[in-house]
Each structure stands twice: as structure tokens, then as C-alpha cells.
């Protein structure tokens, strides 16, 4: 399984970044897909989540700011994300967990940098 991805980059404060996650290989479809994001000196933390079914859940940083959705024919993850702080700085790392196997895989992860 292979997870990789893309869309972070440099943006002011108060501004917007659209992660993706292309998944790919076999894995089992009745997964939790996942963001994480770990700040400089900081141990990685959930974004936000959401299940095969739609459930969600999301980190205290990200409520009312961030939006995760998925999709399962495209076998991709997306994490919206708005009103961008300095504090929001860090990599951003994909995830795929698999709760029948348990088995749990990760991207490389994605430099998200909010800086003026």
C-alpha cells in the first residue's frame, strides 16, 4: 500500500491549502483514512479522520476550519483547510488504517508552511 501527498506549500496567515492522498496497492476498503500533522519539535497529531462510512472526526486545531472528505472510487483523501495560522505549521502525513488486519500505513508526507 502506498500512500502519497500533495498540495502543501507556503501561504500567508488566514489563508486556504488543499491536501490530496492517492492511495494505491490492495488494502482493505472498510478503512479509516486519516490526516496528521506534526510540528517542528512536536509529536504528530490527528487532523482529522473519517471512516468508510462517512464518520469524522476532527483534532481540536482543525474543528470549524478544516474538511476532510474522501473518495472511494478515486481511492483519494482530501484535507480542506481555511483560516490558516502560524500554528498550523508542520508536515502533514496521509494515513490508512486498517482495524480488521490492523495494519496502519503512512505517506511521506507534505510541508505546510503559514508564514507572511
Known amino acids: 500500500v502506498q500512500l502519497a501527498e500533495s498540495g502543501g506549500g507556503l501561504v500567508q496567515p488566514g489563508g486556504s491549502l488543499r491536501l490530496s492522498c492517492a492511495v494505491s496497492?490492495?488494502?482493505?476498503?472498510?478503512?479509516?483514512m486519516g490526516w496528521y500533522r506534526q510540528a517542528p519539535g512536536k509529536q504528530r497529531e490527528l487532523a482529522a479522520s473519517?471512516?468508510?462510512?462517512?464518520?469524522?472526526n476532527y483534532g481540536a486545531f482543525g474543528k470549524g476550519r478544516f474538511t476532510i472528505t474522501r473518495d472511494d472510487i478515486k481511492n483519494m483523501v482530501y484535507l480542506q483547510m481555511n483560516s490558516l495560522r502560524p500554528e498550523d505549521t508542520g508536515v502533514y502525513y496521509c494515513?490508512?488504517?486498517?482495524?480488521?488486519?490492523?495494519?496502519?500505513?503512512w505517506g511521506q508526507g507534505t510541508q505546510v508552511t503559514v508564514s507572511s
Open positions: 494515513n490508512l488504517e486498517d482495524p480488521f488486519n490492523q495494519k496502519q500505513y
Open positions: 496497492g490492495s488494502f482493505f476498503k472498510m478503512n479509516i
Open positions: 473519517i471512516t468508510y462510512g462517512g464518520n469524522i
